[in-house]
Nanobody
């Protein structure tokens, strides 16, 4: 039905930067709140950052001042700029949308991307 596709992950050294992108794989009408989550092996998935359709943002304390979430509603794309990366940022990062409107009155809730690997290591 609806799919989100992430890109931009990779291997970087501590202190480096990456920019993640996530977009709907098909044409959609609109998307409500979008967010980035991450999960390391054996650990619970956690919220990294979220942004509403109006541009209001929220960040995990561990990434405040280092990560910036943004979105382009015209492109239905959300971004995560990650600076000053630390080894503890290593995880699979997942994009999420709480509600995706395929049509004005047709939607799907809690849509996830497939994940993109971010590895921070020297």
């Amino acid at each position: 039905q609806v799919q989100l596709v992430e890109s931009g992950g990779g291997l970087v050294q501590p202190g480096g930067s990456l920019r993640l992108s996530c977009a709907a794989a098909r044409s959609v009408f609109s998307i409500n709140t979008m967010g980035w989550y991450r999960q390391s092996p054996g650990k619970e998935r956690e919220l990294v950052a979220a942004i509403t359709n109006g541009g209001s943002t929220n960040y995990a304390d561990s990434v405040k001042g280092r990560f910036t979430i943004s979105r382009d509603n015209a492109k239905h794309t959300v971004y995560l700029q990650m600076n000053s990366l630390k080894p503890e940022d290593t995880a699979v990062y997942y994009c999420n949308a709480d509600r995706v409107y395929i049509l004005r009155t047709s939607y799907q809730n809690d849509v996830w991307g497939q994940g993109t690997q971010v590895t921070v290591s020297s």
